[in-house]
């Protein structure tokens, strides 16, 4: 939880071992924000959710405030089980819950502001039953104006406020509550309803406070402003009136981990440069973490990832294993004959499936060119732009590869797919709104592919404007008009004294930058060969229908089914047992995809091996070394017998 500091900020940061443990049968009730570190409106928001808990500090016995971060690897399963799928995203969490619950979704709509969130909570605590009620929130329902009167001229050990004001005023509720740790006083809250009983009182504005010595006798408050805060001020410093002791409160645990001090070592990188560990890193938070937030996936959802994956399986320009896994992932998906889809097969299939088969993903974040000077800035998000930008230059460079594919005559393929992709499955709601927005403007303008680069550049430039100075932009990487003159001299004109773009030399400019040429696989996970980086030339070369057949293809070899496959698998058999014969078509959709795709892993000059190929070596390589031994010892032994009998010494 980087935005937030456990310890430093007045708030509860939990994480995927607290939080359960927190909420589950808790003395008080929480109000709980879902956020992602690389989500620019969390970072946004996070000065108005730190004032919030600053403000309600003093609530805490009856009303908790929490943040889990979503973008830390160790919550993303969390988060999942919550069914969290945009951030920020606000829970609240009645008191003694005696269930796994994923809260609720309270008055969702409403604004964000520090007043509005406030009374939301107050309204929240008054929604309890009389038995879940926290114990240490008091009644906060107004009282008769009898039964003030009947307080007056008693003693009493206590001294007794009673904030007078309209029924539509939360200040009586904020008094009340921000006095709930203080001993020796008592606030109730009366309307102003009684019209006699305040003139009595010489009550003539409201809100007001009345007060009720313990002697018995009472008067007015006079004080300057009849505020919330001018009211708790007052109360908290009448003589007597002190902090309770530390409560007993279930606090959960106290984070070990300083999580916010954690910074990572810094990757010297070449900005004219795209790395493949920022692309690669993008595409496993993009499959394991932001789809995963979707249990299944169907109708349009699911419409909108196979066409990204068919699209990704063409056009991204990825090592072998990479390339491969999300054309088995496409074949798979084109196969299955199912509307509707656990997204947990996708993933067993990407993270289990696959992987035996030698075509993996990586599963770290390596951020290189996306890297932010603080951890909780730049990241996916940047990615995600890189990714989308690469692909509507692979598309402008390779138009050959989306042939066969039904989006070989659309010059908006991407834009339109990713426009989708934002809607559906994007985190940050707010920015995907944005993005439609100018979407629904000018995408269907878009003519040829070189314009849907070009397209794309100029949004993300309008994006960049939008965002100059906001708490989300990494002072180190300024959010400006890209490229700049030192990146592409050329791309900078001036017409009249004033700045504008050269569009020819920009659409060069991204064509190189974006193309995959231009890839560095420096901190890129696992061993590169020349192989692999030559996969995008071997595409290219098939786009051109040269016929130059990889070395080692080894296509029409079959290999042992059962040894491939996972038998065990929970997820095909829930799809095998909840959905019949159908679904058994969809077990040998994935069975023949990856036999199909299982492709050389390995490769010796210029011949590939598979991990099969590779295991079956090395037992015919013991094999027939034990085999040479025996045969050693065995002759050996004859010929010692052979000496013994025959060679006589003469005497
Ligand atoms: C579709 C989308 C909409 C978003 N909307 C919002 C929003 O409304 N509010 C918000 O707070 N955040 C939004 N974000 C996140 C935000 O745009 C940044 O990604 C984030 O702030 C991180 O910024 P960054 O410095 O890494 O640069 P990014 O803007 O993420 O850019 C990444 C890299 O792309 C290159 N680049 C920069 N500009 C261009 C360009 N014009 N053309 C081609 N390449 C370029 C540069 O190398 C840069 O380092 C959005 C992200 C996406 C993908």
């Not at 390596?366 to 996916?380: A, D, H, I, N, T």
Request: with cysteine; net charge positive; charged share 25%.
């Amino acid at each position: 939880a980087r935005l937030y500091r456990p310890g430093e900020d007045p708030l509860t940061v939990l994480e995927a071992g607290t939080v359960r443990r927190a909420l589950l049968n808790s003395s008080a009730a929480w109000v709980l924000q879902f956020y992602s570190s690389s989500c620019g409106h969390c970072i946004g928001f996070a000065p108005t959710w730190r004032a919030l808990a600053g403000d309600v500090r003093d609530w805490e016995p009856a009303i908790r405030i929490g943040v889990l971060d979503c973008g830390e690897e160790e919550n993303y399963e969390t988060c999942k089980e919550y069914g969290i799928l945009y951030y920020p995203t606000f829970r609240y969490f009645k008191a003694f819950t005696k269930q796994f619950t994923t809260g609720e979704n309270y008055k969702a709509g409403s604004d964000r502001e520090l007043q509005t969130v406030r009374q939301m909570m107050i309204d929240f605590l008054q929604n309890h039953s009389q038995e879940s009620r926290p114990p240490a929130c008091p009644p906060l329902d107004p009282i008769p104006s009898s039964e003030i009167a009947s307080l007056f001229d008693k003693t009493s050990h206590h001294y007794t406020a009673i904030v007078v004001e309209s029924s539509n005023s939360y200040v009586g509720r904020e008094v009340i509550l921000d006095l709930i740790q203080y001993e020796n006083i008592m606030v109730k809250r009366v309307l102003n309803s009684d019209k006699a009983f305040l003139e009595k009182l010489g009550i003539t504005s409201i809100p007001s406070c009345y007060l009720i010595y313990p002697n018995g006798s009472h008067g007015l408050i006079n004080i300057l402003k009849p505020l919330r805060s001018f009211f708790s001020s007052y109360l908290k410093s009448l003589p007597g009136v002190r902090r309770k002791l530390v409560s007993q409160l279930p606090l959960p645990k106290k984070q070990s981990k300083q999580e916010g001090t954690e910074i990572k070592a810094w990757k010297e990188f070449d900005k004219a440069k795209l790395y493949m560990a920022d692309l690669e890193s993008g595409l496993h938070y993009l499959l394991r973490v932001e789809l995963a937030t979707h249990k299944t996936l169907e109708g349009a959802e699911l419409k909108t990832f196979k066409d990204f994956v068919t699209v990704l399986s063409k056009l991204f320009p990825g090592r072998q294993p990479v390339v491969k896994l999300l054309e088995t992932l496409q074949e798979w998906l084109v196969s299955l004959p199912l509307d509707k889809i656990p997204y947990d097969a996708i993933l067993d299939l990407v993270n289990n499936k696959m992987r035996i088969s030698g075509i993996f993903l990586t599963n770290h974040i390596q951020w290189v060119g996306c890297q932010g000077s603080k951890p909780e800035l730049r990241g996916y998000t940047c990615s995600l732009w890189k990714l989308f930008h690469t692909l509507t230059v692979q598309a402008a460079v390779r138009p050959k590869a989306l042939i066969n594919t039904g989006f070989e005559d659309n010059p908006q393929v991407v834009l339109q797919i990713m426009r989708r992709y934002i809607q559906h499955f994007f985190g940050c709601k707010a920015c995907a709104q944005h993005f439609e927005e100018m979407a629904k403007e000018s995408m269907e303008s878009v003519k040829t592919l070189d314009k849907a680069v070009l397209w794309l550049w100029e949004k993300h430039n309008v994006v960049n404007d939008r965002l100059a100075g906001d708490p989300s932009e990494d002072p180190k990487f300024p959010k400006v008009q890209w490229p700049t003159p030192d990146l592409c001299p050329e791309c900078h004109d001036e017409i009249k004294g004033l700045h504008s773009w050269n569009e020819v030399q920009v659409l060069q400019f991204l064509k190189h930058h974006y193309h995959h040429e231009n890839i560095l696989y420096k901190y890129a996970e696992g061993q590169v060969n020349a192989n692999e980086i030559e996969l995008g030339d071997v595409r290219e070369r098939k786009d051109k229908n040269l016929p130059k057949k990889m070395s080692g293809d080894k296509e029409d070899k079959i290999l042992d089914q059962q040894n491939m496959l996972d038998s065990k698998s929970k997820v095909l058999d829930k799809l095998i047992t909840n959905n019949g014969p159908v679904k058994d078509r969809g077990k040998n959709a994935i069975e023949s995809v990856i036999h199909k795709e299982t492709k050389p892993s390995v490769s010796f000059l210029g011949i590939g091996f598979s991990n099969i190929d590779m295991s079956l070596c090395v037992v015919l390589y013991v094999a027939s070394s034990l085999f040479l031994m025996i045969m050693y010892f065995f002759f050996r032994m004859r010929s010692k017998r052979w000496k013994v009998r025959y060679y006589r010494p003469a005497v």
